[in-house]
């Protein structure tokens, strides 16, 4: 492959760590590691959901950053009003400018960098909050501002076809060539097969594919480490 693009969020990085974090911070309750967990898939589901609807233009982005706690919350029974999903948010803001990445991936980045692979970075998000992540991870070092692109700066988000066709343009992609590595089943596995290019599922939450699913992943890791073993051993 001459083209490797990652999606950034939960793929290069743990993206439950500042959630667990946050929670710890400002909820009283002595939830475990595994509550927390169970709490933070399900704000990812709903997470999803609302940004959706926030790039619809059917809700705000504030009703966005908060309403994904707020319904989490709501499935277990965890009191919190919008003032606190407010707070939880910010917080949760405050632990994203600590995130590090996976040492494995920070190897992998080093040995496609070397090989003189072409790399891109593909996130949905809000421009300035995709882009603090983006800076705290160091992810300059081998994804040049013309190759980095956020949904928010872009106006598509992924699946939509709209934004993988954009990147090709500026990219001057050959899809055959070209490969997508992202966490999320339907935005970044769906949004890659439907535009032509090649999908690695970074399956390490252990999700299942939909049964209803049209595509499917051309490899799928369960670890940092499976996905640059993945690579070394085409090398």
Not at 3 to 9: G, R
């Amino acid at each position: 492959m001459d083209t490797i693009i990652f999606d950034v969020d939960d793929t290069l990085y743990d993206q439950a760590q500042s959630f667990h974090k946050t929670v710890k911070k400002l909820f009283q309750e002595p939830f475990s590691d595994e509550e927390i967990d169970s709490l933070y898939k399900a704000s990812r589901k709903y997470s999803e959901i609302l940004f959706d609807k926030s790039e619809n233009g059917e809700i705000s982005q504030f009703e966005w950053q908060t309403g994904r706690i707020i319904s989490a919350c709501k499935d277990f029974n965890i009191p919190i009003d919008t003032e606190k999903a407010a707070v939880f948010h910010e917080t949760y803001v405050v632990e994203q400018n600590k995130i590090t990445l996976f040492p494995e991936v920070e190897e992998l980045l080093n040995a496609l960098y070397k090989e003189g692979k072409q790399l891109g970075i593909l996130t949905n998000g809000e421009e300035k909050h995709q882009a603090m992540k983006i800076k705290q991870l160091g992810l300059s070092r081998w994804f040049p501002a013309e190759r980095t692109f956020i949904s928010g700066s872009i106006g598509h988000a992924k699946p939509k076809r709209e934004v993988f066709d954009f990147i090709e343009e500026k990219m001057n992609l050959d899809q055959t060539k070209t490969i997508y590595i992202g966490d999320n089943f339907e935005k970044d596995i769906i949004g890659a097969k439907q535009a032509g290019w090649q999908a690695i599922w970074m399956n390490h939450r252990k999700k299942d594919i939909p049964t209803n699913a049209t595509y499917k992943p051309d490899e799928e890791v369960h670890s940092a480490k499976e996905l640059l073993n993945l690579f070394v051993k085409k090398a």
